[in-house]
């Protein structure tokens, strides 16, 4: 089955760097790779997906790389500001138990100091 | 708001009750999920569900817990004689066409806390 590691489980920046969380799977047969966003007390919210045709997609300051021959993908966030202050969560897919399913990662906390 | 709609948002159980957690999917979706979250921990599948059945409920505890989606009405995530460890946020998410590589939306959430 899936195993997903997400590092560093916990992230501190200064407003205006960059940020960058990494996961690994372990399933080559994986495809598709969301990460999703979750403040404090709410739910978590799909943020940017990459599927394995492509290496890499961008949206404004948030991109997420994606390397199928190591088996990680990252997500990069530029020019951070605190509202992006939350806990980050990547996902791969799994088909253990009979169905395709998501595996999360542990999540990173990032804080973004202003 | 057409999203995925959860109730209770809080919900506390003494230890032995039952809890009963719902989760109306986004319109137009037939697909749910439900998501155990411990403090500080990530999100852990626990059971798939499409209209009327049990897909995939390998993540579920075998005893105590079950799940539905009826024909009619939200799904339901049913908990017996709760016990302390059950306390954590319970999410549910919806998805239009189902796997493969099908973007799930995730609702509000259900904290549980058993005393």
């Known amino acids: 089955g899936e195993n997903v590691e997400q590092h560093p489980s916990t992230l501190s920046v200064q407003e205006g760097d960059s940020a960058v969380i990494k996961c690994t799977y372990s399933?080559?047969?994986?495809?598709?790779f969301p990460w999703y966003k979750q403040e404090l007390g709410k739910r978590p919210q799909l943020i940017i997906d990459i599927r394995s045709n492509v290496g890499e997609k961008k949206d404004q300051r948030i991109a997420v790389t994606l390397n199928k021959t190591a088996k990680h993908f990252s997500l990069h966030i530029t020019e951070t500001q605190p509202e992006d202050s939350a806990v980050y969560f990547c996902a791969a897919p799994t088909s253990q138990g009979g169905s395709e399913k998501l595996v999360f990662g542990k999540g990173t906390k990032l804080t973004v100091n202003p | 708001n057409a999203g995925v709609m959860q109730n209770p948002r809080h919900l506390v159980r003494r230890r032995g009750q039952e809890a009963r957690l719902r989760c109306s999917p986004m319109?137009?979706?037939?697909?749910v999920y439900w998501y155990r979250q411990l403090p500080e921990e990530g999100l852990k599948f626990m059971v798939y569900?499409?209209?009327?059945?049990?897909?995939?409920e390998s993540g579920m505890p075998k005893e105590r817990f079950s799940a539905e989606f009826p024909k009619e009405g939200p799904s339901i995530l049913r908990i017996q004689q709760v016990v302390r460890g059950d306390s954590a946020a319970y999410f549910c998410a919806s998805s239009g066409l189902g796997p493969p590589q099908e973007t799930q939306y995730f609702g509000p959430g259900t904290r549980l806390l058993v005393l």
């Open positions: 319109k137009g979706h037939s697909h």
């Open positions: 399933d080559s047969a994986s495809n598709y």
């Open positions: 569900l499409q209209k009327e059945n049990i897909i995939d």
